[in-house]
């Protein structure tokens, strides 16, 4: 093991703690984006879910035109992703470009 990089102590891992509410906010983003993906047209696919927080949902894309056709059918996304039951109390929705995907 390399003395220069510092290791965390799995046995200390506590499910309410940042780290273990992080894990269990990516496992429902990951439900979301896996029940939302074969609902979306294929011109918007490679949207992602990346952030919840009030009510308000943040996805991603690598592509600007993708991004503005999401942002043209803005109503028919927030239609689709509220009829998924863990996303069903989103009512707004924002749309970005990244550059790292």
Partial sequence: MCPHKPTTDILKFS???NLGQMFAQAKIYNEINA?????????LK????C????????????????AS??????HELLTLLQSIPLACKIN??????SAKQ
């Fill in 92 to 97: 707004h929705i924002i749309i970005k470009v």
């Fill in 51 to 66: 952030f919840i927080k009030d009510n308000t949902a943040t996805f991603t894309t690598h592509n600007p035109a993708i």
């Fill in 35 to 43: 029940q939302l993906k074969p609902k979306l047209p294929n011109t």
């Fill in 15 to 17: 499910p309410n703690s």
């Fill in 69 to 74: 056709r999401a942002k043209q059918q803005i």
């Fill in 46 to 49: 490679t949207l992602q879910l």
